[in-house]
């Protein structure tokens, strides 16, 4: 069951997401203030999902500004009344880790080796002058999820028995507007159609094999169970982000405030990833990218998720999610 939300209306003129009323088929829809437009209907070719949208993103785009602008439709929805699910419906989900300067330098020190001889000022200092050379030599590290991992942007998120140290990680996610492969870095902006808010969330316990610690990590095992991907509320053109290197990322625990960083944090942009991810794979229309999450997980503060537990995450201009953590019950 989802946790009662007021869904947030964004100050852009537009922006994309799934939606549903009560015994109907969620449909792809077009948000300008507090009002829903079904695209199913709306629509000359009658899309049946955000990602069939996608597929002709470019055909499409003015038809949607020219939707945007006609308030008067009779297809229109109020927001308020509708269940918002997870915008789009990827093939593949890009997940980059160890992207964020500050959270690499954390998540270093928290693993140091008890016996490591330098100050904690020393070591620290060394790991961020990595991080530095890392960002103007090194390549992005990438890895693949699944997209049965994703769930809506008010869904309660189910934390398994197994799972021994939940974290939350809440990320700025890039969403692929056409084929991308052997993309140059001065061209994969032009392959975004938007962006959304991504919770990546993981269980630490997991991440390193610890009955083959020569293999390293476990992505599958650690980021995977069914609802641990919140996403949305919505997909935001990427027109009307200004620059995704700075944007605002924001996450709250029972309204703490455990991470709050800029994407400028970030050692590698959204075009070097997207460059880098399809040297190897060919991206598709409506897959995800997701960049990365900043400083502040509940690993370095001692403070892991559980019962009850309620998240909300924010990045400037795409609105917010809010989700309850909610333990599995076993027989």
């Not at 109907?24 to 999902?49: E, M, N, T």
């Not at 330098?118 to 050379?133: F, K, Q, T």
């Amino acid at each position: 069951m989802a946790i009662a939300v007021q869904p947030s209306v964004l100050p852009v003129p537009f922006a994309l997401g799934t939606f549903s009323t009560p015994g109907q088929a969620a449909f792809p829809g077009l948000v300008a203030g507090d009002q829903v437009l079904d695209l199913s209907r709306a629509l000359v070719s009658a899309p049946h999902s955000v990602r069939a949208l996608l597929e002709r993103w470019e055909e499409e785009l003015p038809a949607l500004a020219a939707l945007a602008r006609d308030g008067a439709h009779q297809d229109r929805q109020a927001l308020s009344g509708l269940r918002v699910h997870a915008p789009v419906e990827p093939r593949q989900v890009f997940q980059s880790g160890a992207n964020y300067r500050q959270h690499v330098i954390d998540l270093e020190m928290a693993h140091r080796p008890p016996d490591d001889p330098r100050a904690e000022e020393e070591a620290r200092a060394a790991v961020a002058d990595l991080m530095d050379r890392r960002a103007a030599e090194d390549l992005p590290y990438v890895f693949t999820g699944l997209p049965s991992a994703i769930t809506g942007p008010y869904d309660d998120v189910v934390l398994p028995a197994w799972c021994e140290k939940p974290d939350w990680e809440l990320e700025l996610a890039a969403v692929i507007s056409r084929p991308a492969h052997r993309v140059p870095v001065e061209e994969a902006l032009s392959y975004v159609a938007g962006y959304t808010i991504a919770n990546d969330l993981t269980d630490r316990a997991t991440v390193f094999r610890r009955d083959m610690p020569a293999i390293g990590t476990d992505w599958l095992r650690s980021k995977n169970a069914p609802g641990f991907t919140p996403l949305g509320p919505y997909l935001v053109p990427a027109a009307f982000v200004t620059d995704s290197s700075d944007l605002r990322v924001t996450l709250k625990l029972n309204g703490e405030t455990m991470q709050d960083e800029s994407t400028k944090d970030m050692l590698f942009g959204v075009a070097r990833l997207i460059s880098y991810a399809s040297r190897t794979a060919r991206l598709l229309p409506g897959d995800l990218l997701l960049t990365g999450s900043p400083a502040g997980n509940g690993i370095h503060r001692g403070r892991l998720l559980r019962d009850g537990d309620v998240m909300e995450g924010t990045i400037t201009g795409l609105g917010a999610q809010r989700t309850r953590c909610v333990a599995e019950h076993t027989s």
